[in-house]
């Protein structure tokens, strides 16, 4: 009996897991697939903004992963500007609030007002941009991992959601394991 209810358990305990991936609406989370070999992760976009006046790279990197291989790595080398990684858009329900959120780790030699990282939210209608929604807190200086998370509601006037993470100024950054999921209200 007691090894009955246990792997009822373990059953459980396998779907919850198994369904908190499935529920990522982010196509390569992670960053750990490239089938079309052109050095960017499959379902996300590198955004170089020369417009901005910025000088330097972003890279897909082996090695650098928080988990797997890769991540992505932005570095700049003026303080004019940003650039930036950004999901291919994701479609998402109206009325609903998402959770989106990513890893991040920095390295600014030293702080300035012009140097920043933040991770945007944008959202889009019938495929063209609508509005920024929302942004996490400025990320500082911090060598370690860190989660940023931010939530988002699309109301009536958004079908579409572009996640990004941003370097403003001289820097470099590190992002990985991108999550953007539904948050579904606890009932009473
Ligand atoms: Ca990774
Ligand atoms: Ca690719």
């Not at 860190?146 to 988002?152: C, G, L, P, S, T």
């Amino acid at each position: 009996m007691n090894k009955v209810i246990l792997c009822f358990c373990c059953a459980l305990f396998l779907m919850g897991n198994a369904s908190a991936e499935e529920n990522n609406l982010l196509t390569n989370p992670s960053f750990e697939i490239d089938k079309d070999a052109n050095g960017i992760p499959d379902g996300w976009e590198f955004d170089v903004k020369a417009w901005t006046g910025s000088k330097g790279e972003i890279n897909w990197k082996k090695g650098s992963g928080r988990s797997g291989d890769y991540s992505v790595n932005i570095s700049i080398t003026n303080d004019v500007g940003s650039m930036g990684v950004r999901s291919l858009i994701i479609p998402v329900k109206p009325n609903t609030t998402y959770r989106v959120s990513g890893w991040l780790k920095s390295e600014f030699s030293e702080w300035k007002k012009e140097r920043s990282a933040y991770f945007s939210l944008n959202g889009y209608k019938d495929g063209k941009f609508v509005k920024e929604n929302g942004y996490t807190n400025a990320v500082q200086l911090s060598s370690e991992w860190k989660e940023y998370a931010v939530e988002f509601s699309t109301g009536t006037s958004f079908d579409g959601l572009v996640i990004s993470a941003n370097l403003f100024g001289s820097g470099s950054i590190w992002i990985d394991d991108f999550s953007c999921v539904e948050k579904v209200e606890a009932k009473p």
